[in-house]
């Protein structure tokens, strides 16, 4: 299994990025924000947590894991979201800690209503995603990550 992670910050192999910056960056947001889809995001994600807590306990939270791409070709495919962060192969520090494969095409902003909202969770963490979308795979780990080398995509 192939991991990949884009990362603003130049690294070098050996590196170690600690699970829950992006529950992190999200706890720090201030308000009022000046666009629109800041606030979508973000109560986008507030969902995901929320379904996640009510219906599916046993997966890791978004809030406090790591995000990889799973194989080279979600990797490529997601690099366009990413144009100026460097990706990294990476491999999990800790492999035995609670991991969850999404797919991060399902979890991108969507127009919609609150309900519709709800009902994405529900099939973000309820689908087998390796069969539904192999080429959009996302690990969540609650262990850190290594770098290993720079990934040429």
């Not at 992006?22 to 606030?39: I, N, Q």
């Not at 894991?65 to 070709?73: A, M, R």
């Amino acid at each position: 299994m192939e991991l990949y992670h884009f990362c603003q910050t130049p690294l070098e192999s050996g590196a170690v990025i600690k699970p829950g910056n992006w529950g992190r960056l999200m706890l720090l947001e201030s308000f009022p924000k000046t666009k629109a889809a800041d606030v979508e995001n973000i109560l986008f994600d507030v969902v995901l947590e929320n379904v996640r807590l009510a219906l599916y306990s046993d997966k890791p939270s978004r809030f406090a894991c790591v995000y990889t791409c799973l194989g080279i070709e979600s990797a490529r495919l997601f690099a366009p979201k990413r144009p100026y962060y460097p990706c990294y192969k990476v491999e999990l520090v800790y492999p035995d800690r609670p991991t969850f494969c999404g797919s991060w095409q399902h979890v991108e902003q969507r127009s919609g209503s609150l309900k519709s909202w709800h009902s994405l969770a529900k099939t973000y963490w309820s689908t087998d995603w390796r069969t539904q979308s192999p080429n959009t795979l996302e690990l969540l780990s609650l262990s850190p990550i290594r770098i290993v080398d720079e990934a040429n995509l």
